[in-house]
Structures are given as C-alpha cells and as structure tokens.
C-alpha cells in the first residue's frame, strides 16, 4: 500500500510542481556554470546503487573536494543554492527516483558508499527497505549543515555522532512501517519546512 500512494503521490507532484522544477532549473542555469540538474551514487535498498537527483546547489565539480557540507560556511555553495536548499526545494527532483521505484517519499536518507561501508552489521537493517526523501532523521536534523559548520572536524562529528543517531531514528519507522507513519512524517516534515 506504501508503494501504491509512493507512485500516487510523487506523479501528482511531479505534475504539479513542474511549473516550479523550470523556474528553478532557469534560475540554476543564470546564476552560476554549469547544469541545473546534479546526479550522485548512493546506496540503496540491499545495497544496489543508483543515480539519486537534485537540483545543483554548489558549484560544478565541488563535490570532489567534500562530501560534506557545512552550512554558510561552505563557500562551494552557490548564492541561489543556497536558498533553494534552505528551503529543501532541492531535494524535489527525487520524486522521480521514487515514481521509478528507487526510493520512496518515507525512508532512511540514502548514503554514499563511503559511510555505507563504515555500518555495523546491526546498521545495515536500513537498506532492507527503499531509502527515503524524508525521514525522521531527516526532520530532527534538518539543520545538520549548520551543526557540521560548527564542529572542529565535521566529517568525525557526522560519522561518530550524527550518523548513529540517523540510523537510530531510520530504525524507529523501520519496526513501525504503517501508513500512519508514513503520512505522519511527511505532515512533520511540511510543518518543519514551513517553520523553518
């Protein structure tokens, strides 16, 4: 049934929101070099990887430097970027990865291989379902690049502190995935972009 209103749901947003998906891309494309599209390996359910999408927030080929970013700090980050991942308006192109079946609007966030690699066998229970565009996590930490910007060393502090918190929090909708949850996340993830 999840899989049912993940294909209802991210159609419908699709169509909707494709007046938005141009004006953004228009917007990407005069403000900085490069494409208004940007594509990343991540890991997925069972471990299979796939091409995740967002609109381009950083300058072309600054994800070579870093995986991550830390907030207005992050000089890689272009001027519209950085509104445009204020607002979360980045993350709107995966309702394609959802539409096509690789993810689903509720789900652990997908990672990279890199920190995939470093999950305890324990922590691996979260690519046994579809990763998510929202999640728990996702909500609690929905200022993780300012809290990276203010750590000495932002990748220790992801990997020892805010990543087992993550999977912690994947795991709590994992043991409990019912529509109710589902739809409760995503009304707490709309109440947190809109409060934010």
């Known amino acids: 049934m999840i899989r049912f209103f ?6 419908l947003g699709l169509i909707l929101f494709s007046p938005l998906f141009l004006i953004l891309y228009i917007i990407i494309r005069f403000s900085s070099r490069g494409p208004g599209f940007y594509s990343q390996k991540r890991i997925g359910k069972n471990g299979k990887p796939f091409r995740l999408y967002k609109f381009r927030t950083m300058r072309t080929g600054s994800d070579h430097s870093r995986l991550i970013t830390v907030g207005g700090k992050d000089s890689r980050i272009t001027k519209a970027g950085y509104y445009i991942r204020k607002y979360k308006l980045d993350e709107l192109p995966q309702l394609w990865n959802v539409f ?7 789900g652990p966030r997908p990672e990279v291989e890199k920190y995939v690699r470093l999950y305890t066998p324990s922590q691996r229970v979260v690519l046994t379902v579809r990763p998510g565009i929202t999640d728990y996590a996702s909500i609690e930490f929905s200022d993780e690049n300012v809290i990276l910007g ?7 502090m992801y990997i020892e502190q805010i990543m ?3 999977i912690e929090l994947n ?3 994992i043991n409990n995935m019912t529509l109710k949850e589902y739809f409760k996340i995503i009304l707490l993830t709309f109440t947190k972009i809109i409060d934010h």
């Open 6 to 11: 993940d294909i209802l749901l991210s159609g």
């Open 100 to 106: 096509i079946g690789e993810m689903s609007l509720v």
């Open 150 to 156: 203010q750590a000495k060393n932002p990748e220790k």
């Open 164 to 166: 087992p918190r993550k």
């Open 171 to 173: 795991l709590k909708y």
